[in-house]
């Protein structure tokens, strides 16, 4: 059945030996047949009351009855399908939302990450650029230490060879 696209065939038969009306090609829930079977006049008279004098059941009452219950059934199929296509948007809703959320997370994870790795980058380059400063300052100082020790010696050496010459 499930809604109004149905092209089932729905077939009426009247037993005549036991005043009970046939249907065919219809499946009913135990619900169905349970509010079938209530009394449903507002006096509350029991089916067996509603019979005509000879004792037949009004078909065209309980094809309307039958057709009410369908037509029950089908509008709570149509709302329970309803109700799971809302929860179903819901989800795809919730999902959509977990997947930003997430994405937006591993965005910010690789920006912090590149921040890191930029900083670490930048780190090094001053590290590289003390180094090269303290190289040159060395070798600057070694250099006047290399020229002072020649003046010294040289000096030295002057100095010594006059002591000696006065001595001589």
Do not use: C, W
């Amino acid at each position: 059945m499930g809604g109004g696209s149905s092209t089932r065939r729905v077939t009426f038969e009247a037993d005549e030996n036991e005043n009970i009306t046939v249907v065919k090609g219809v499946r009913l829930s135990d619900s169905v047949i349970d509010r079938m079977k209530e009394p449903s006049s507002p006096g509350g008279r029991p089916q067996s009351q509603q019979r005509s004098a000879s004792g037949a059941v009004n078909d065209e009452e309980l094809k309307k009855r039958i057709a009410e219950e369908l037509a029950l059934e089908r509008a709570r199929r149509d709302s329970e399908a309803q109700k799971r296509r809302l929860f179903g948007k819901l989800l795809e809703r919730e999902r959509i939302s977990s997947n930003e959320h997430l994405t937006r997370a591993i965005l910010r994870e690789r920006a912090a990450a590149e921040e890191e790795r930029q900083k670490a980058h930048q780190k090094d380059r001053e590290l590289k650029k003390h180094d090269a400063y303290y190289k040159e300052q060395l070798a600057r100082l070694e250099e006047r230490s290399a020229q002072f020790y020649k003046v010294t010696t040289e000096q030295y050496q002057k100095a010594a060879d006059e002591v000696s010459a006065r001595f001589k």
